[in-house]
């Protein structure tokens, strides 16, 4: 932990705290049916374009019912063409690398991961994907889950905001509005930005290259069938292959990762993600993809100041995220940094930290911090692999899932999943004086908390169940040589264990990084983590939507002596408090059984 680290950690959040308030004002006028913007002269013409195709009445607004309803419908029919266009990859245009159609469970995990916003990718980018399908698949479905999530918080907002109300907005509004406003004239410089940095943007078909220095490996050797051979003991025959050329991905790179980044989706255009020179070619696109991430979900904060009247509020929930942020920087950045034990025993220098699994461009620091923001939000864009950090270290990623991704988190669902918890903490709060609580003068009720509990019990059920059942059952790929099935892992013990808990919080919290070892494209694998990322998307929406129109039907009381104040820092406190109390012991113990008793193995000379 070196002064450039704290110097690169200082300008990071001095950046985010000032772009947080003008962003947000601009939010307000985004997500105003009536607001205005500079672009109005451009976008509003093609608003009202886009209401006339999709009959829809744009002053007429939405009860909670409707409003779920439209989004449910929405996302169910952009996942079926999404669907589709991965079966028929093969026959679309676009397509210069003759790309197969994908599989029917790798399609219906893919479809079902980028309509959630999670990007979960049980395939190779740049050997599975064509253009076509990476541009109006994916690359479309970046820019609609975004805008979906921002629509939620916006709605569960105006349901605080508003009283007696029987309407939380337009569903149709609001993600026009956040697509056309927002999310689009933002990408297009952002991926210009991007461009003068050195990514690619173009339709040539790959090039193949001849390398300068051709060496020779051993590969298992394969029978005219295409199975492993083995020799007389069973052990996989090896041959010698002369590898002399090399083939340099190409495509339309910037523009998927511009709205990558800033829609906190996380798909890599290739396998390597943020660590690939051609998705991350600089110091400064490192830094631009890291702040793109929070920008608006910390900005959504200020938005939601200004909509209850009450800038405190917005600040302090601005002050809990960060607070949460910070420790996991800390405690991430402080366990890779140390190393492993056991490799200082062999004699390696204990100042290099734990470099294993990390770009030598980027470093330890921008490692740590890359790895705690895009698991803070629902990212999962990766410049290193987590499945190489410390167990500790490691540790930090898979928290920050398993919280619900609420620290500062994806756009719009950071807000609302931390609206959650403050709803929870005025609920304790009112518990621990004896009085009905209250919140910005609507008074929580056994409703309410009903609802709340649902979003939480929602994220438990399915992260752990799904773990669970993946323990037990053998649902990896056959072993080449001996062909028994197996659970898909890279590592036994602890470890092992680690990699299935890591990837039902990623696809359960909407995230989409993984830990590498585990290989999940198989039938059953893709089944369920897709399952996964439906539930932890719209089973924890409906309760939220179901908060914001009990919230919107509420009369306002007045303010009394034993109110309890949602600001300053007693509440960021207590807000912080219920953060860890609810969410992080509903997963210590399966965190004792992966992470922690790792580390403490570590420590005791054993490695997995």
């Avoid at 500079?38 to 093609?46: G, V």
């Avoid at 060496?215 to 007389?232: E, H, I, L, S, W």
């Avoid at 109390?581 to 059984?593: E, H, I, M, Q, R």
Wanted: hydrophobic share 45%.
């Amino acid at each position: 932990m070196n002064a450039n680290g704290w110097i690169q950690l200082a300008l990071y959040v001095g950046v985010l705290l000032l772009i947080t308030k003008p962003l947000g004002l601009y939010l307000l006028r985004v997500l105003d049916a009536r607001g205005k913007t500079f672009l109005d002269p451009i976008m509003r013409p093609i608003e009202r374009l886009t209401y006339k195709l999709l009959c829809v009445d744009p002053e007429k607004e939405h009860d909670w019912k409707r409003y779920t309803a439209a989004m449910l419908i929405f996302g169910f029919v952009t996942m079926l063409f999404t669907y589709a266009i991965l079966r028929l990859q093969d026959i679309l245009p676009l397509n210069p690398q003759k790309m197969a159609a994908l599989s029917e469970h790798l399609s219906f995990n893919t479809a079902a991961s980028f309509t959630t916003n999670t990007n979960w990718q049980s395939y190779v980018g740049e050997s599975t994907m064509s253009y076509f399908s990476q541009m109006v698949g994916l690359a479309s479905h970046n820019f609609l889950s975004a805008a979906v999530g921002i629509s939620i918080a916006a709605a569960l907002v105006r349901g605080i905001a508003r009283h007696t109300s029987k309407t939380i907005g337009n569903f149709w509004v609001d993600l026009t509005r956040v697509t056309y406003y927002l999310l689009l004239p933002i990408c297009v410089i952002y991926a210009v930005v991007l461009v003068s940095q050195g990514m690619i943007q173009n339709f040539k078909p790959y090039d193949t290259v001849s390398l300068t220095e051709p060496f020779t490996t051993q590969v298992p050797k394969v029978d005219d069938k295409g199975n492993p051979a083995v020799d007389a003991q069973g052990k996989p025959v090896m041959e010698d292959k002369k590898i002399d050329s090399q083939t340099i991905v190409q495509g339309p790179m910037a523009s998927q990762i511009a709205i990558k980044m800033l829609g906190t989706n996380g798909g890599g255009y290739t396998n390597a993600n943020a660590a690939h020179p051609y998705e991350n070619p600089t110091p400064l696109s490192n830094f631009l993809q890291i702040l793109s991430i929070f920008a608006i979900p910390s900005a959504l904060t200020y938005y939601l100041g200004r909509m209850v009247k009450n800038q405190g509020h917005g600040w302090a929930v601005w002050s809990a995220m960060f607070v949460v942020f910070l420790t996991g920087v800390l405690v991430s950045w402080h366990y890779e940094a140390a190393g492993n034990p056991i490799m200082h025993q062999l004699g390696v220098d204990p100042a290099s930290g734990n470099m294993e699994g990390k770009e030598v461009r980027f470093g330890i620091f921008n490692s740590a911090l890359f790895a705690t923001i895009t698991t803070d939000a629902s990212c999962g864009a990766v410049n290193s692999m987590h499945d190489s950090f410390t167990p500790l270290g490691g540790l930090v990623p898979l928290l920050n899932m398993e919280l619900g991704e609420i620290i500062f988190g994806g756009v719009g669902a950071g807000l609302y999943g931390m609206l959650i918890f403050v709803v929870l903490a005025v609920f304790i709060a009112g518990l621990m004086v004896g009085r009905t609580p209250e919140f910005l003068g609507k008074k929580i009720e056994p409703y309410d908390i009903k609802m709340a509990a649902l979003v939480i019990l929602v994220l438990g059920f399915s992260i752990l169940g799904f773990s669970a059942w993946a323990c037990l059952s053998k649902w990896g790929a056959p072993d080449p040589v001996t062909q028994q099935l197996t659970d898909g892992t890279n590592n036994n013990g602890p470890h092992g264990f680690t990699e299935i808990l890591y990837a039902y919080s990623s696809c359960t919290g909407n995230n989409g990084s993984a830990f590498g070892g585990i290989g999940a494209n198989t039938p059953w694998y893709n089944a369920t983590l897709g399952l996964a990322t439906l539930f932890g998307r719209f089973a924890m929406i409906v309760p939220i939507l179901a908060l914001a129109g009990s919230l919107a039907r509420k009369k306002r009381v007045a303010s009394s002596a034993g109110t309890f104040p949602v600001s300053g820092p007693l509440f960021t406190t207590l807000l912080v408090g219920t953060v860890l109390l609810v969410g992080a012991l509903t997963f210590f113990p399966a965190l004792s059984l992966g992470p922690i008793i790792e580390h403490f193995m570590m420590h005791s000379g054993k490695l997995f």
